[in-house]
């Protein structure tokens, strides 16, 4: 397959994390994908690596794109700073674990899309949530969730929590 595709969703309240993102080959679509981030920045909108410290990115390379305007510095720096860190840390866990082969690190990159609410103030909320949904959105990506069975029977039972009622 040349693209995984995850979603995952944890925490609560401001610092809640949403990760969706893309997985697969430097060569395919993701790869393209991946490309055009990094050379594609507008205002409120940076994209970064993911990186566990300056100049120790993880593999596979991992871009961040932000899944809202970011409206000043503090937002900026929580995206740089826990979120970046919760990524970069569950990208290498997830080669670690085995749930993306080591083998095949360097042939992938990864698109992560990262919600930062603009309420949020609690760091360490900001980081185990997104570490959490990052772990969850790689592992539903590389193991194909949901399937399509268990999508269809949850679909009735389903109540998402931003729908609005």
Known sequence: MSMFIGE????DGNEIAHIDLLIGSKDGPVGNAFANALAT???GHNNLLA???PNLA???ATVMITKVTIKGMKQAVQMFGPAQAAVAKAVADSVGSGV???GKAEDL???CGVFIHPAANDDKKIYQYNYDATMLAIANAMG???SVDEMLAGKEQAAH???GF
């Not at 995952?8 to 925490?11: D, E, I, K, P, Y």
């Open 8 to 11: 995952g969703l944890s925490g």
């Open 41 to 43: 920045q507008s205002a």
């Open 51 to 53: 990186v566990l410290t």
């Open 58 to 60: 993880v593999k596979p």
């Open 100 to 102: 993306i082969p080591k």
């Open 109 to 111: 990159v990864i698109v």
């Open 144 to 146: 194909s969730k949901p």
């Open 161 to 163: 929590p931003f729908r």
